[in-house]
Nanobody
Framework: QVQLVESGGGLVQPGGSLRLSCAAS???????AIWWYRQVIGQEREWVA?????????NYRDSVKGRFTISRDDATSTAYLQMDNLQPEDTAVYYC????????WGQGTQVTVSL
């Protein structure tokens, strides 16, 4: 069955870095675009980053451009989100998402940026 499992979240000080991972199984990972979203309690889930199949095309929301980097390893069916120069406004639960599979969401991993 399809599974998406995020990991790598935690507590970090402003200016710090984290690397999130999304381990996928149950489908042909290399055929699908990978999205990262984030959600603050009480707010809508928002798109953060996207990588198309093959890895050549990426896109980011403006607030994370130059700080976050999405990548994928199709050999291990894993997606990554490298997050540098983290700021308190990046605090959220981060989810990986795959459109076209069910379920297309993982359980999320909490990222907290605070002194």
């Amino acid at each position: 069955q399809v599974q998406l499992v995020e990991s790598g979240g935690g507590l970090v000080q402003p200016g710090g870095s984290l690397r999130l991972s999304c381990a996928a199984s149950g489908f042909t990972f290399s055929n699908f675009a990978i999205w990262w979203y984030r959600q603050v309690i009480g707010q809508e889930r928002e798109w953060v980053a996207l990588m198309l199949p093959g890895g050549a095309v990426t896109n980011y929301r403006d607030s994370v451009k130059g700080r976050f980097t999405i990548s994928r390893d199709d050999a291990t069916s894993t997606a990554y989100l490298q997050m540098d120069n983290l700021q308190p406004e990046d605090t959220a639960v981060y989810y990986c998402h795959v459109k076209g599979v069910e379920p297309g969401w993982g359980q999320g991993t909490q990222v907290t940026v605070s002194l």
